[in-house]
């Protein structure tokens, strides 16, 4: 049996970003979700590392240079195949922490379930 990459155990993790990035609409963007492999949650710690120096997705770079002021507001466990489908979704506001706080960003959100 083969075995599905996309089906291997993870942490997905979620950005706001204080200022819109780029355009308004569809070409814009507040929010980042992104994945790790495996069950060390130092992973997660490491990738927003490589986030803050520019060598992750070119999208948080963006953020970073342009003063978007990421903040990290939620980390759950997840597959690839979780963060295709919710990022399919498009529904990153219900999800975010910060965005149903009205703004205010509070202590981050960790857990077990899917948003
Ligand atoms: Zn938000």
């Known amino acids: 049996m ?3 990459a996309w089906g291997l155990p993870g942490f997905l993790y979620m950005y706001h970003f204080r200022h819109r990035l780029g355009g308004t609409g ?4 507040e ?3 992104g994945f790790v492999l495996g069950n060390d949650p130092q992973a997660v710690i490491d990738r927003q590392k490589a986030h803050k120096i520019g060598s992750g997705a070119k999208i948080m770079k963006a953020a ?6 990421p903040v990290l507001c939620r980390v ?3 597959t690839r195949n979780d963060e295709r489908r919710f ?6 506001d219900r999800a975010c ?3 149903k706080n009205g703004g205010d960003t ?6 077990s379930t899917q948003p």
């Open 2 to 4: 083969a075995l599905d």
């Open 76 to 78: 759950w466990v997840g």
């Open 31 to 33: 929010h980042y979700v």
């Open 97 to 99: 922490p910060v965005c």
């Open 106 to 111: 509070l202590p981050l959100l960790v857990g």
């Open 26 to 29: 569809r070409n814009g963007a």
């Open 87 to 92: 990022k399919r979704s498009g529904h990153f």
């Open 64 to 69: 970073f240079d342009q003063g978007c002021d």
